[in-house]
């Protein structure tokens, strides 16, 4: 079971670091990633990163966010800089041991899930 937790209410140009913990998290069979579900709006990709710390930002936050991974406490880090309103959203890690670096933006073939954690941007 994935446990996601770091959200909370914040200002414009604040920042946050969310967590994703689990057992074996950051075992190198594993890729983790973070997506983001704003209200009336579809499962958005983040970031996602699998062994030897290879990782993958989308556009939308490049160069805000970062995402890293502890493998000594099997917890996978989203730091989000430079906060904007639009990053308001229910923030979700993932899991899978199988999946390809062309299929990360669809959340479909993400095995394992945590329950997601609030992040509010006030402007």
């Known amino acids: 079971q994935l446990q996601a937790c770091g959200g909370g209410l914040v200002q414009t140009g604040d920042s946050l670091r969310l967590s994703c913990a689990a057992p074996?998290?950051?075992?190198?069979?594993?890729?983790v990633g973070w997506f983001r579900q704003a209200p009336g709006k579809e499962r958005e990709f983040v970031a996602a990163i699998r062994w030897f710390s290879v990782s993958k930002v989308s556009d939308s936050v490049k160069g805000r966010f970062t995402i890293s991974r502890d493998g000594a406490k099997n917890t996978v880090f989203l730091q989000m800089n430079s906060l904007r309103p639009e990053d308001t959203a229910v923030y979700f890690c993932?899991?899978?041991?199988?999946?390809?670096?062309?299929?990360?933006?669809?959340?479909?073939?993400?095995?394992?899930w945590g329950q997601g954690t609030l992040v509010t941007v006030s402007s």
């Open positions: 074996g998290l950051t075992s190198s069979r594993m890729t």
């Open positions: 993932a899991a899978d041991s199988g999946i390809i670096v062309g299929s990360y933006s669809d959340p479909s073939r993400w095995h394992y």
